[in-house]
């Protein structure tokens, strides 16, 4: 029997109150249970405004966990509001938690790529404007007064607008909405993008290319999951022959996503996309302004935006309705995050394809050890296109052995290779020397007693800058003056820079050929993305002669008189016990030897290294990369490295050594016991101090089919608790092993 006063509860009247569970964007390991007010339909996918702790935030409802406990619906907190966004669908929810699972992170980390592109506001800002109500205050300042006769015509309008027309403060705006004279409407919102026309203009298709793109868009027709490998030298027209299946997707009225390494830089793409379809792809990354961003992200949800390119982030985009993924470049190491969610976009990539049903692309001259694999072993269908497009050769590579024809001490480029780029300006071409080092020098030290000018707060040696005239951590960002005298042994004038970076190189040029125009490129470059882009608007004009550049030239673009390469030191990257280092130098310096003569100039490329018989530099060399697949491929099989086995690496850091240290030592010795897995370490992590903490690195090396994830969940479910300045950070399918 109810106790006479319960029967004064209104909850024994109203409706029944109703619970959702509603994940929010921070590091918890489950959603929060909230209350639906009265009179508000809610439901799984829905984006809605709740309380947490004193603020409030965006989350997502979602689907309730088997386990759930019930709760006092009395206590829970109540939802404000549902946000004016498309739901997330049930395959986005699918794949959020997916990559939960799989990097072991909290989903509401991986929900928070999904929705963090504008945290501070929640996703997409509303656009919202003001109009009068029937309330008329009875007394009003003259302020307020003008306000009400601006919008006497009973149109909305934006804030600032309005504020702008009566001649007053925003506050004053803000003031007779909470008198209730004004209200706030939500408007419409802007467009996104403009619609793509699939028949703008259409190439005339080599036959090679017909026949991947015919194979692509038989899959884009298909509606399912189905993965590719497009294999192709650079400039062969890999990217002509997607966008096939690019145009065939928007007929559909299904959606692409386009994936690049380097969107910022890449202009040459957008305007050749415009080239193709009329207008530019939206454009996702995190140059684009938080506003932009938003209309992007509402216009992917409900379908309007059909085509995004994008870094790695735009992965996790809500598409409505997705038919195609593109990931350009598939090789590139930029697609790892090394931060908060560990994710290799790649790899998630060919996930999100598969939970949605749609095609996917990979495309790369120089396939990673792990999509070749799978390419291999028939799990990607590969796709060739084995010639470049204007007929061309790839061009060849020539070794400069630096032992023998080097040059003098205190320069860095042999004399062969000088010959090589004087005759190559004089004949008109352009000449890029590359060096994927950064400043002026990489070391600095003490010619009096040898001291090494090292971070303070890192394992790293301070890299000159001579541009900015100092010294540089290329870690963690600081920067001193360059000392005038030893900081050790406290000799004046005793420091010398060891080496050379692109700035010394640039120095050596301009020596050795003071009339050519030369163009140092390298993140360094002052005046950012817009800068760079007039430089490399520059090059392709012909206003340079000598390009001198890091990896940032390596990337995608396209230099129609570039007839020469020269690469100062091939060897850089190789020796540092990395497995990894052959395949990445292979990769970065065949694709920095494709620069060279793509349109009508047959190219050529130097290589100068004290090693010319390595394997890496005799498969460049001979341009036999099948060779070099076959002997990388039989090393990492051999020696049970991915992909033919798996690794998670926890790398554990903290400010103090010692207990640091400890707390790897226990982590190791509470790591379940199982013949499929092998945990190797602690021992110092490959960079063992950033920013003052110190970094210690754990492997747990299985075989391939098994559930490393899973083995990983439960060995920090009974591990110590990480405290004080400790972390712990959990990096599945690691970049270095
Ligand atoms: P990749 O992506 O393999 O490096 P691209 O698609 O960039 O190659 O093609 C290289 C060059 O050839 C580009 O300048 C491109 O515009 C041109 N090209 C490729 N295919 C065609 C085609 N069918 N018709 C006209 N130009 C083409
Ligand atoms: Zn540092």
Redesign the pocket.
Known sequence: MPSPDAADSPSLFAAPVRVVDVLLPVAVGSAYSYRVPEGMEVAVGDIVVVPLATRNMLGCVWPRAQNARAVDPGKLKTIQRRYDVAPLRPEMIAFIEWIAEYTVTPPGMVLRLALRHDESAGIARERTGVRLTDRRPERATPARRRVIEALADGFVRAKADAAREAGVSPSVVDGLVDDGVLETVVLPPEPAAEAPDPDHST????PA?AEVAARLVEAVEARAFQPFLID?V???????AYFEAVAQAIRQGRQTLILMPEIALTQAFLD?FARRFGVRPAEWHSAVSTKRRGRIFRGVASGEVSVVAGARSALFLPFRELGLVIVDEEHDGAYKQEDGVHYHARDMAVVRARLEGAAIALVSATPSLETEVNARRGRYRRLH?PER??GTKVPRLEPIDLRREGPPRGQWIAPRLAQEVERTIEAGGQALLFLNRRGYAPLTLCRACGHRIKCPSCSSWLVEHRFRRRLECHQCGYATPVPEACPNCHEPHSLIPCGPGVERLHEEVAKLMPTARLQVLSSDLAGGVERLRAELKAIEEGEVDVIVGTQLVAKGH?FPGLALVGVIDADVGLGHGDPRAAERTFQLLHQVAGRAGRHNVEGRAFLQTYMPEHPVMQALVEGDRDAFYDREIAIREEAHLPPFARFCALIVSGTDPHATQAHARALAACSPMTPAVRVLGPAEAPLALVRGRHRYRLLARSERGFDLSSYVRAWMAGAPRASGSLRVEIDIDPQSF
């Open positions: 190439p005339e298709l080599l290319q192709g650079t400039g062969s027209g890999k990217t002509e050749r296109l497009f204007a396209n």
